[in-house]
């Protein structure tokens, strides 16, 4: 893991660099040996992709402007039975010119850790200096004198609050019910059919509510849930899929105001039909 790499990128790379470029350029330099500045790993992994937000295609695009720029020096291929090897260059002004690094060889493959006390069997030769009895010398890490920037549920309030830190007023609200994926205009609906006693399943999720919601616009609920009644009464039906084709044929809503028309009155009124007076009228003449 080059440690040292990744700050030497991000301080020293090239200004021709795009962010693109030496986003990709920091996360081959965490894979990458201090000392030689080679990659250990194929630059094809997952972790690398995701890391420098790139796919495949584009992953070799910006490996080759790298290496037409400078920043990259493609030393292998890839192979059947090997990964491609690629070394970071040297920048001018890396770290601290004419100051050499003090810091001991990285570890790698074949390069054990020799601080023995961080080996398994070998206890911690360090002091405790957390102790109550050899308490730190910073008055906010001991025990007993709280840090007054630390409430007292224990949480630690942030310095720059941001969107994602929820307020505590938001903390405090009950959490609303659970609508079970279900849209607030269409309970109405998925209400009335059930109270009236048709239980369908609604397999909608998503983007899937949108045509019912549109219908429920066009046409109204109780229309909806006339047509889809008279349907389950004639059928065994199971899902809610069934309604979609006839609630798409339903009409449109009246528009606001409408009324219904008045029918046209008969001269003289309405009359009961009364045989007729004139007997001559049942001669066989007639």
């Keep these: 893991m080059g440690i040292r790499l990744i700050v030497e990128v991000l301080t020293s790379a090239p200004e021709a660099l795009t962010h693109r470029e030496k986003l990709l350029l920091v996360v081959l330099a965490e894979d990458a040996n201090d000392d030689t500045r080679v990659t250990w790993n194929s630059v094809e992994r997952p972790e690398v992709l995701r890391g ?19 920043a990259l020096e493609k030393l292998a291929a890839g192979q059947k039975n090997g990964a491609a090897k690629y070394r970071i260059a040297k920048f001018p002004e890396a770290q601290r010119p004419g100051i050499p690094d003090t810091e001991t060889p990285p570890q790698r493959p074949g390069n054990a850790d020799t601080d023995r006390s961080q080996s398994p069997g ?34 630690p309030t942030p310095l720059n609050p941001s969107t994602t830190t929820p307020l ?18 269409a309970r109405p609906l998925v209400d009335g059919i059930t109270a009236a006693g048709v239980y369908v399943r609604w397999p909608f999720k998503g983007n899937a509510w949108f045509p019912i919601l549109s219908m429920i616009s066009k046409s109204g609920v109780p229309a909806m849930v006339d047509h889809a009644l008279k349907a389950a009464a004639r059928t065994d039906v ?19 105001g409408a009324t219904r028309p008045q029918l046209r009155a008969v001269s003289g009124g309405y009359q009961p039909y009364r045989n007729p007076t004139d007997q001559s009228v049942y001669d066989e003449d007639f």
């Design 52 to 70: 420098a937000k790139l796919s495949r295609s584009q992953l070799y695009a910006v490996l080759k402007s790298l290496t037409a720029k400078g």
């Design 122 to 155: 070998f206890p911690d030769t360090e002091p405790n200096r957390q102790c109550q009895e050899n308490a730190d010398t910073e008055p906010s890490q001991c025990q007993e004198i709280r840090d007054v920037s630390v409430p007292e549920s224990g949480t």
């Design 238 to 256: 199971q899902s809610a899929k069934y309604f979609l084709q006839g609630w798409s044929e339903l009409p449109p809503q009246p528009a606001p």
């Design 168 to 185: 505590a007023s938001k903390q405090e609200s009950p959490q609303q019910p659970d609508g079970y994926g279900i849209p607030e205009a």
